[in-house]
């Protein structure tokens, strides 16, 4: 597929995009919440006319990663969005994200036409002409099926789309894609880490505005359809995965690292509150090995808090088989630092240690069950005997009177045995 079809300059887009305009259809609709109406046209623009939003928040973790990996500048995308190399390098980007879900996006439009149109900007004047604000997986998802087959997909040669007003600038299409996006709950196209950035970058756009941290807090939230705790702890679970990446994998803006781990660094964040500032660090830098380790999915989860709920058994278990740390190898961690706090768990590479604390959790587990198995024996037992002198007592002393009180005993050991066998059922 050759680059320079995934762009045109800027004023070939601005000539295309009046011609559309004067043929479009104009609606009112509200656009940004508390915001008066805005008035929209509807027009038809050429596949080719079209440019990818750089600044997409499902793409920016991927972008970072590209970076990190490919030693580039920090503006290595969005300083030569109006190239061909880099609109492709977008599309290359997002079209792993069209072939996510069941159906996927890809699927889906190998057998549907376009029925809802895309959002993209008019900033006469600007690169920012025909840009795609809302719509850029579907453009991709197009633009992939109508390039390999332009006769199977000739449907996709025209977009449909619905055009801002010119006088909406950066700040209200970060906004306006934020209500869409990541607001209305259809963050399925989004990873965790970008779902993250764009909320951390709504609070900034508040408080840029003269908004309190505290009120930013609480509208985001509430345009997030969650509470403002949750929302504190998504974000604290974020700031512990870049301080991960930092700190503890020197491996900054790598996201791709942390991407399947969000419950890790979530269970890491809840394990952190109301704790010591021995026991945080600690905690953070086995939760880290953990993390870095060979378990996958929900195991890492479970493992952070148990770890933070046994902390002291844990190290217990672990302190006499902890490997030796060479004076060379140096930790170029800065999660609490052992000069400070004598974390014992300080300087090992990441995940060496994760084997480890996995063996430990999994004897307390067993020694746990052990305890269990014997205080349950033990309470049998007792029962057991109630019974045996209930019946002693009834044999020696049988009278019409002491039934009901012998009933009376039986029912209470009837009642233990049933709670009994429900807490080794798990109920």
Not at 26 to 44: D, M, R, S
Request: aromatic letters at 8%.
């Amino acid at each position: 597929m050759k680059k320079d079809i995934f762009y045109k300059p800027v004023f070939e887009r601005q000539k295309k995009l009046d011609e559309s305009l004067k043929l479009g259809s104009k609606k009112t609709v509200p656009l940004l919440k508390g915001k008066k109406a805005e008035t929209i046209t509807t027009v038809e623009m050429p596949i080719e006319y079209l440019l990818y939003r750089i600044e997409n928040l499902r793409t920016e973790s991927l972008q970072e990663s590209f970076i990190a990996k490919n030693n580039e500048k920090a503006g290595y995308f969005r300083d030569h969005a109006e190239t061909p190399d880099i609109q492709f390098k977008q599309h290359e980007l997002l079209l792993p994200l069209t072939k996510k879900g069941n159906p996927s996006t890809y699927d889906y439009f190998k057998s549907n036409i376009q029925t809802e149109p895309i959002l993209i900007n008019n900033r006469s004047g600007e690169h920012g002409t025909a840009v795609v604000i809302n719509g850029n997986r579907r453009l991709a998802t197009w633009r992939q099926l109508y390039y390999e087959d332009p006769i199977e997909f000739a449907h996709f040669a025209l977009i449909q789309c619905d055009v801002l007003p010119s006088n909406f600038d950066q700040e209200n299409e970060s906004d306006l894609e934020y209500q869409l996006q990541i607001a209305q709950d259809i963050k399925e196209e989004y990873n965790w880490i970008n779902d993250r950035k764009a909320k951390l970058k709504k609070i900034e756009r508040l408080t840029n505005k003269g908004v309190s941290q505290e009120r930013a807090i609480k509208e985001v939230a509430k345009e997030s359809n969650i509470t403002e705790a949750r929302l504190k702890t998504e974000l604290e679970a974020f700031a512990l995965g870049k301080k991960y990446l930092d700190n503890f994998l020197n491996k900054s803006n790598q996201w791709n690292e942390i991407e399947a781990d969000e419950q890790a660094f979530s269970s890491l964040a809840q394990s952190l509150n109301k704790k010591s500032e021995t026991d945080q660090a600690w905690i953070e830098t086995l939760g880290s090995q953990i993390i870095a380790g060979e378990t996958k999915g929900a195991s890492k989860h479970n493992r952070i808090m148990f770890t933070a709920r046994r902390l002291m058994d844990v190290g217990r278990k672990i302190q006499n088989e902890l490997p030796p740390l060479p004076k060379q190898k140096k930790s170029k961690s800065s999660l609490k630092p052992a000069a400070v706090h004598g974390n014992p768990y300080e300087g090992y590479s990441p995940g060496e240690l994760s084997e480890l604390i996995g063996d430990a959790i999994d004897e307390l587990l067993a020694e746990d069950k052990l305890e269990k198995s014997q205080n349950h024996a033990q309470e049998l037992n007792r029962i057991q005997t109630t019974i045996k002198t209930t019946n002693r007592k009834f044999d020696k002393t049988y009278s019409k009177e002491k039934i009901p009180a012998y009933i009376v005993v039986i029912d209470e050991c009837i009642k233990e045995l049933e709670d009994m066998k429900a807490k080794l059922e798990g109920k």
